[in-house]
């Protein structure tokens, strides 16, 4: 089955505990991207990597790394968490092929930074 | 810069009513737009899309078309069922050049349908 899959779906971790969120898709698609959702914000993009070793930033990048080493996945990095970092966070990847433009999402992380 | 408005919720409707969700949008150009759902504790999926003025997307009985005139995107349905519950997002995409493609998310209408 098409899809992409973010790991841990729920966890709560105190503030400056570094963490990572996986992410991983395995449609080979070449573009990936991460975004935060926020009551009355909707969604925000964080990062997004448009292929391998291609990573830039999006609209709210303070805070977050991210990396994108193979195809397949692209991690996103809390080096020391903030209570305003919890939010519930999506992944998303497309492919580049004309007319398939469309973003398939993650079923998302909830993060609680106590 | 570019930027999509979109009703803001939560809506609250009987079942069988008819639903419009209103989005409109700010644009340097003629962005594809979309249609996102949201169903509760899930991830967002894509519900429909335009790509060129006047064209109609539509799915599972949501309809929405591309007016360019008035730079508007508006989601329909005639009568919706309780199973259409969860967040719709509107979201134009743009080609910031090559395949390098910018969507911008509204902020999501809740929609609650009770039996």
């Known amino acids: 089955e098409a899809q992409v899959t973010q790991n841990p779906r729920y966890l709560i971790t105190v503030t400056g505990k570094k963490l990572t969120v996986t992410c991983s898709q395995n449609?080979?698609?070449?573009?990936m991207s991460w975004y935060r959702q926020d009551p009355g914000l909707g969604l925000r993009q964080i990062y997004y990597?448009?292929?391998?070793?291609?990573?830039d930033k999006g609209d709210v990048p303070e805070g977050y790394k991210v990396s994108r080493k193979e195809k397949r996945n692209f991690p996103l990095i809390l080096e020391s968490p903030s209570p305003n970092q919890t939010s519930l966070y999506f992944c998303?990847?497309?492919?580049?092929?004309?007319?398939?433009?469309?973003?398939?999402f993650g079923a998302g992380s909830r993060l609680t930074v106590l | 810069g570019d930027s999509v408005t979109q009703m803001e919720g939560p809506v609250t409707l009987s079942e069988e009513a008819f639903l419009t969700i209103n989005c409109t949008y700010t644009?340097?150009?003629?962005?594809?737009l979309f249609w996102y759902v949201q169903y509760p504790g899930e991830g967002l999926q894509l519900l429909l899309k335009?790509?060129?003025?006047?064209d109609k997307g539509s799915n599972k009985g949501f309809e929405a078309t591309y007016r360019k005139e008035t730079t508007s995107f508006h989601l329909e349905k005639g009568s919706v069922q309780v199973s259409d519950s969860a967040v719709y997002f509107c979201?134009?995409?743009?080609?910031?050049?090559?395949?390098?493609?910018?969507?911008?998310f509204g902020k999501g209408t809740l929609l609650t349908v009770n039996p």
């Open positions: 335009a790509t060129k003025a006047d």
């Open positions: 998303a990847s497309r492919s580049d092929r004309p007319g398939a433009n469309v973003l398939t």
């Open positions: 644009a340097t150009g003629y962005p594809s």
């Open positions: 449609m080979n698609h070449e573009y």
């Open positions: 990597s448009m292929n391998v070793e291609v990573t």
């Open positions: 979201a134009p995409q743009w080609n910031s050049g090559g395949s390098n493609y910018k969507l911008t």
